[in-house]
T-cell receptor, first 112, second 115 residues
Framework: DGGITQSPKYLFRKEGQNVTLSCEQNLNHDAMYWYRQDPGQGLRLIYYSQIVNDFQKGDIAEGYSVSREKKESFPLTVTSAQKNPTAFYLC???????????FGDGTRLSIL | AQSVTQLGSHVSVSEGALVLLRCNYSSSVPPYLFWYVQYPNQGLQLLLKYTSAATLVKGINGFEAEFKKSETSFHLTKPSAHMSDAAEYFCAVSESGGSNYKLTFGKGTLLTVNP
C-alpha cells in the first residue's frame, strides 16, 4: 500500500545533540512537508519542498534543517540550536498545489 | 496569508447526538478547504475537501460540511455521534498565489463522545 513512513516513532535527544527524523513516501508525490504539533497550537509548518533539490522555510524554520535529494525522502534534522524541540513531528506529502496532504504517523521527540 | 479559526477547542456530545464543529476562514480568493481528523498518537486523515464544485461536501464516516461564502464558514457536521468519532479535528485552508502549496491549519477541536 502507498503511504508515508516516519521513523522512529519515539526519539530521545540529549542536550546539545542533533537528531534526524526520517520521512519516506511511495506515493510519487512531488511536494513534501514537515510540521510541528504542540498541544493546543495546531500544526505549524517547519519546511516544505515542492520538488527535488529545492525547499523553502515555513513559519518556524529556526533550529531545523532539511534536504531533498530524492523524490521519496525528506529528512528533518533538529539541531542543537532548537531550544525547545520536545513536540510531535508530522511529515506530509501531496501531488501539488491545492491538493490534500497525506500524513505519516508522526515522530514524538523528547529531551533527556 | 490565510487564517483559520475553529470555535471551541473542546466539544462534548452524547452518543447519538448531532456533532457540529465550527470553522471560519479568511481568504481574499475562493478557497480550497479541508477537514482532517487525528486519533491519539497518529497522523492526520482527510475527512473531506471543498474545491468549489458543490457547497455541501460529503466525507468519510458520515461527516459532511457546508461551504457558506457569505459567512466565510465551513462547519463540519454529523447527524449522530458514535463513540469512535472521539478524536481531534482540524480545519485547513489552502494558501493562494505563490504559496498555494501550503495549508494553514486551525488550532483544532477535540471531540469527546459520552455514552
Amino acid at each position: 500500500d502507498g503511504g508515508i513512513t516516519q521513523s522512529p516513532k519515539y526519539l530521545f535527544r540529549k542536550e546539545g545533540q542533533n537528531v534526524t527524523l526520517s520521512c519516506e513516501q511511495n506515493l510519487n508525490h512531488d511536494a513534501m512537508y514537515w510540521y510541528r504539533q504542540d498541544p493546543g497550537q495546531g500544526l505549524r509548518l517547519i519546511y516544505y519542498s515542492q520538488i527535488v533539490n529545492d525547499f523553502q522555510k515555513g513559519d518556524i524554520a529556526e533550529g531545523y534543517s532539511v534536504s531533498r535529494e530524492k523524490k521519496e525522502s525528506f529528512p528533518l534534522t533538529v539541531t542543537s540550536a532548537q531550544k525547545n524541540p520536545t513536540a510531535f513531528y508530522l511529515c506530509a506529502s501531496n501531488e501539488g498545489a491545492f491538493q490534500p496532504q497525506h500524513f505519516g504517523d508522526g515522530t514524538r521527540l523528547s529531551i533527556l | 496569508a490565510q487564517s483559520v479559526t475553529q470555535l471551541g477547542s473542546h466539544v462534548s456530545v452524547s452518543e447519538g447526538a448531532l456533532v457540529l464543529l465550527r470553522c471560519n476562514y479568511s481568504s481574499s480568493v475562493p478557497p480550497y478547504l479541508f477537514w482532517y481528523v487525528q486519533y491519539p498518537n497518529q497522523g492526520l486523515q482527510l475527512l473531506l475537501k471543498y474545491t468549489s464544485a458543490a457547497t455541501l461536501v460529503k466525507g468519510i464516516n458520515g461527516f459532511e460540511a457546508e461551504f457558506k461564502k457569505s459567512e466565510t464558514s465551513f462547519h463540519l457536521t454529523k447527524p449522530s455521534a458514535h463513540m469512535s468519532d472521539a478524536a481531534e479535528y482540524f480545519c485547513a485552508v489552502s494558501e493562494s498565489g505563490g504559496s498555494n502549496y501550503k495549508l494553514t491549519f486551525g488550532k483544532g477541536t477535540l471531540l469527546t463522545v459520552n455514552p
